[in-house]
């Protein structure tokens, strides 16, 4: 995710960019650059660092002139967040100027044939790549900016939003949208252009939200032209009356991150998926895996290091890996693992989860594993990080900033790529077969729809929140691969409500928490269809026996665990080892309305913090 930012008109575009982008900071804040037209050339900023560190560096290095100019603020994809993979960038002549929020999937074959070309990139980016061939299909062709856009996007693969103008037509900013957002305000004699309305909802309160495949040309004191990049059809308009204030906007019109977040789910898990699994072709392919696949196929067993809720994300992990690789797992908790003297060799491999990259004692952890020979591979989400930089090898996540402290869509997004390195793995091995292969990659490309239809059930959620806001303990029981995630909903719980919560495989609870159970204890059990269901169903008779209230999370409709529950919350159906996947959702759901209901501060949890730098 990053944000993205333009204008033109008769006002200085300066401040009106760079209060955009510090808007738009929670899309990504790993670098930023604004470019503005200062009446004869293009004057460019750029660094590593947040918006605050832009605005220091760009007053010392250019005029803050200009009436037409774009700004970036990054969440790095392609190429580690620095000056020069900061957005914005130049064609190879300098005449032309871009900001990307997407990822150009095929980038690497058109930065190939630009180079034959005689083509030359500064950057590690995609955007690079997009900005020359825009150019080189203008030179060739010898055509206006936006023609050479249309074409040049028509040989694109991925997903953009961009903004890009020429020096050499400065009363125009030409803009098209594939999968990423991107709002235009429309003003008096004026246009803004961004990801969302925030950085111009004090200028104007109309706005066009343009569609997919999607182009406009927004020249100065002329109506807007909306095309279709395909066929180039015109397209008719459609301006919006913004009815939202800015607070609202920040987040998404969402009440918190974390809300916000969690509905982010789908398209997290589809970023996360997407380019290395082809579906049709039945292939996944990460270049992580694939470069070290005798490290991984030469483990004697691999080793998850985590915390917290990516510790979770490893156990579910561990059933995955056992189940389709039948390679051997352990996992364990980072900070337990550095300071016991682990036995631990180079036929070893470890894993490392983590969301922020940052997390101290999973970073030691990581360094006594190499100290000791083991081959580290890292799943980050944030790229660039301490983490990301440490280990041997890795394959990021792609959930975007998540901002809540309480994980939600790392969560879904870790488990995603984690299933991802096992079933290549196991297709390495052998040990599942092409069709169980296919089947799980065909599952696996309809969670987000599934995702969607388990976030359906929030109203009946927040009806059961009432009821048991007032708890001061509560129960998580799972199974099998719906263990973790029972320990993943309980600790959702604590952190957000400060309500005691404990997670337990439900086989477990008859060796001593049985004894807590009374008409006051609620009790979320997963009891969805595959895997150890009947049993299960005994368990909830056992709670149902001593009056503990049941909250059955369930597969759609099931009718058992409905006969026996107080309430049940249904999830679509999916295989076993995916189903934490929606599992994990109205969990999610329920911690949050009990938090709201009590008044909490739900993005920002007392004693808490989004990264654990210090042990
Ligand atoms: O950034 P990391 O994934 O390394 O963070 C690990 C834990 O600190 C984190 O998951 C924490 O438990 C969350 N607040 C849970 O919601």
């Given at each position: 995710m990053c944000g993205i930012v333009g204008y033109i008109g008769h006002r200085e575009a300066y401040p009106i960019i760079l209060k955009g982008l510090k808007r738009l900071?929670?899309?990504?804040?790993?670098?930023?650059?604004?470019?503005?037209y200062d009446g004869c050339d293009i004057k460019l900023s750029k660094t590593k660092g947040k918006v605050v560190d832009l605005e220091d560096k760009l007053l010392k290095e250019i005029p803050t002139v200009g009436s037409l100019g774009i700004g970036h603020t990054r969440w790095a994809t392609h190429g580690v967040p620095n000056d020069v993979n900061s957005h914005p960038h130049y064609s190879n002549s300098g005449n032309l100027v871009i900001i990307h929020n997407g990822i150009i999937e095929n980038y690497e074959s058109l930065k190939t044939e630009l180079k034959n070309r005689g083509y030359s990139f500064k950057s590690d980016t995609d955007t690079?790549?997009?900005?020359?061939?825009?150019?080189?299909?203008?030179?060739?062709?010898?055509?206006?900016?936006g023609k050479?856009?249309?074409?040049?996007?028509?040989?694109?693969?991925?997903?953009?939003?961009?903004?890009?103008?020429?020096?050499?037509?400065?009363?125009?900013?030409?803009?098209?949208?594939?999968?990423?957002?991107?709002?235009?305000?429309?003003?008096?004699?004026?246009?803004?252009?961004?990801?969302?309305?925030s950085p111009f909802i004090e200028y104007t309160k109309n706005a066009i939200y343009l569609e997919d495949e999607e182009m406009a040309?927004?020249?100065?004191?002329?109506?807007?032209?909306?095309?279709k990049i395909k066929d180039d059809s015109?397209?008719?308009?459609?301006?919006?009356?913004?009815?939202?204030?800015?607070?609202?906007?920040?987040?998404g019109g969402y009440d918190h991150f974390m809300l916000k977040e969690i509905y982010e789910q789908p398209s997290a898990i589809k970023d996360t998926y997407r380019g290395r699994m082809l579906v049709n072709e039945a292939i996944i392919k990460l270049a992580g895996v694939e470069d070290n696949m005798k490290k991984f196929l030469n483990a004697d067993r691999i080793i998850i290091v985590a915390c917290g809720t990516s510790w979770h994300a490893g156990l579910v992990a561990e059933y995955i890996f056992e189940d389709l690789a039948r390679i051997p797992v352990e996992v364990e908790y980072a900070s337990e693992f550095r300071y016991r003297n682990p036995v631990i060799n180079e036929k070893d491999l470890v894993i490392a989860i983590s969301q922020s990259g940052e997390?101290?004692?999973?970073?030691?952890?990581?360094?006594?594993?190499?100290?000791?020979?083991?081959?580290?591979?890292?799943?980050?989400?944030?790229?660039?990080?301490?983490?990301?930089?440490?280990?041997?090898?890795?394959?990021?996540?792609?959930?975007?900033?998540?901002?809540?402290?309480?994980?939600?869509?790392?969560?879904?997004?870790?488990?995603?790529?984690?299933?991802?390195?096992?079933?290549?793995?196991?297709?390495?091995?052998?040990?599942?077969?092409?069709?169980?292969?296919?089947?799980?990659?065909?599952?696996?490309?309809?969670?987000?729809?599934?995702?969607?239809?388990?976030?359906?059930?929030?109203?009946?959620?927040?009806?059961?929140?009432?009821?048991?806001?007032?708890?001061?303990?509560?129960?998580?029981?799972?199974?099998?691969?719906?263990?973790?995630?029972?320990?993943?909903?309980?600790?959702?719980?604590?952190?957000?409500?400060?309500?005691h919560a404990e997670g337990y495989p439900a086989a477990e609870m008859k060796h001593g928490p049985i004894a807590l159970i009374d008409e006051n204890m609620p009790i979320a059990v997963i009891a969805t269809k595959k895997g150890h269901y009947e049993k299960v169903v005994s368990n909830i008779q056992e709670i149902k026996s001593r009056k503990g209230k049941i909250i059955g999370i369930v597969t759609e409709g099931d009718v058992s665990v409905r006969e026996l529950a107080d309430h049940v919350i249904e999830v679509p159906e999916t295989l076993e080892a995916l189903s934490p996947l929606l599992t994990t959702i109205p969990l999610q759901l329920l911690s949050y309305h009990i938090a709201v209901m009590l008044g909490k501060n739900v993005d920002q949890p007392r004693n808490l913090a989004k990264s654990v730098t210090v042990e």
């Open positions: 900071e929670y899309r990504g804040y790993d670098s930023a650059g604004i470019a503005l690079e790549v997009l900005i020359n061939l825009i150019e080189d299909v203008m030179k060739n062709d010898n055509l206006k900016l050479a856009v249309q074409i040049a996007l028509n040989q694109v693969v991925g997903a953009y939003a961009i903004a890009v103008f020429d020096k050499n037509k400065p009363n125009e900013i030409v803009v098209a949208k594939l999968g990423s957002p991107l709002a235009i305000g429309i003003g008096d004699d004026e246009f803004f252009i961004a990801s969302d309305a040309i927004v020249r100065r004191g002329k109506d807007l032209k909306i095309r015109l397209v008719d308009p459609y301006i919006q009356e913004l009815q939202i204030n800015l607070e609202q906007i920040e987040k997390t101290a004692d999973t970073l030691a952890a990581i360094k006594l594993a190499k100290s000791k020979g083991a081959f580290v591979f890292g799943v980050c989400n944030v790229v660039g990080s301490s983490i990301a930089r440490e280990t041997n090898a890795g394959a990021y996540t792609h959930a975007g900033p998540e901002i809540g402290v309480a994980s939600t869509k790392a969560f879904t997004t870790q488990i995603t790529i984690l299933t991802l390195i096992a079933l290549r793995l196991a297709r390495a091995k052998g040990t599942i077969s092409s069709s169980d292969f296919r089947l799980y990659l065909m599952e696996l490309e309809m969670i987000p729809e599934k995702v969607i239809k388990a976030l359906e059930s929030e109203e009946h959620i927040k009806k059961i929140a009432e009821i048991y806001k007032t708890t001061r303990n509560f129960l998580y029981l799972g199974r099998g691969y719906n263990f973790p995630v029972a320990l993943e909903g309980a600790l959702k719980l604590k952190e957000i409500s400060y309500i």
